[in-house]
């Protein structure tokens, strides 16, 4: 007994076991409840996060070739809707299109203004934050894709009636989400709404073509044009269907609801070491 003793003093750390924080645990948290209360406000691990911020691409296509085809204007690309805008006041009397695109770009910056300050004050890469941002977006995709399937195409390409731009200033309210997450995952260059930034810098790279190296850049931006083209193609299949675009809003519905399901199970950031007070580190 008394060698066994021994032994465990000589091996035992001087100063304080050594320990991560996640050994550092209260009775709460041990439960259920708890445990999944921790894994919500942990923050996620940024790296691939890319990849779902690629899928925010798809979405834009269905979105946008959606809208397009129905109401003459965009719900993501604002460069758009601010052309349509212009030519629109230089002649105000000949076409409606201008003022949908005039309530998709206000709706637009509403959104940008309320998503970026809800992620920036409780924190950008917070898991919880993450799911209750794409769970707007989900819900007011729902509600748009909801108005148009029961009020179906607008007969007049120049109406602008409540069923018409209630679903563009939902549908662009929430666009601006995707965005705003690239910025808090510090991934600006896939802010999905904006495609020929990424064009230029994807034809710019000096090892386009050079694929023994690994770019990881290169590989986004090339991501995110075939995408938002291949969103763009099921959006026009849809609208040549039995479903027409309301079938395309609904699978964007379900692509945000994929995504809400990701970042729950989205591995968590690594933990630091804990500091303590004396300056040494517990691994």
Same mark, same amino acid.
């Given at each position: ?7 465990? #003093? ?11 924080? #996640? ?16 894994? $919500?406000?942990? #923050?996620?691990?940024?790296?691939? %996060? ?10 834009t296509g269905l979105l946008d070739s959606s809208s397009i085809s129905i109401w003459g204007s965009f719900v993501s690309m604002q460069t758009g809707n601010t052309v349509y805008i212009g030519l629109g006041l230089a002649a105000?009397? /000949? ?9 998709? $770009? ?51 390409? #120049?109406?602008? /009636? ?43 790279? %000096? ?40 079938? %395309? ?5 379900? $692509? ?28």
């Amino acid at each position: 007994m008394r060698n066994n003793t021994i032994s465990n #003093d000589e091996t035992r750390p001087l100063l304080y076991p050594i320990m991560s924080t #996640d050994d550092i645990t209260t009775p709460a948290l041990t439960k259920p409840k708890g445990r999944w209360r921790r894994h $919500l406000t942990t #923050d996620i691990d940024r790296t691939h %996060a890319d990849l779902v911020l690629i899928i925010c691409y798809l979405i834009t296509g269905l979105l946008d070739s959606s809208s397009i085809s129905i109401w003459g204007s965009f719900v993501s690309m604002q460069t758009g809707n601010t052309v349509y805008i212009g030519l629109g006041l230089a002649a105000p009397h /000949e076409s409606t299109r201008w003022i949908k695109s005039g309530t998709s $770009l206000l709706a637009f910056c509403l959104g940008s203004f309320l998503f970026s300050r809800f992620h920036r004050f409780f924190s950008p890469k917070r898991r919880w934050v993450l799911c209750v941002s794409f769970l707007v977006q989900f819900a007011f995709t729902i509600a748009a894709a909801a108005i148009v399937t029961v009020t179906g195409k607008p007969k007049d390409s #120049d109406a602008t /009636e409540w069923h018409v731009l209630l679903p563009i200033a939902l549908l662009a309210f929430q666009s601006c989400g995707q965005a705003v997450t690239s910025r808090a995952l510090k991934y600006n260059a896939l802010t999905s709404v904006v495609l020929t930034s990424v064009l230029c810098d994807l034809f710019s790279d %000096a090892d386009l073509f050079n694929f023994k190296v690994h770019n990881r850049e290169r590989n986004q931006r090339m991501g995110a044009p075939a995408f938002l083209f291949l969103g763009a193609l099921f959006g026009g299949f849809f609208a040549r269907t039995s479903f027409g675009v309301a079938g %395309a809003l609904w699978m964007a519905a379900g $692509l945000k609801l994929a995504v809400i399901v990701l970042w729950l199970v989205w591995p968590a950031k690594p933990k630091a070491a804990v500091q303590h007070p004396n300056g040494l580190e517990r691994a």
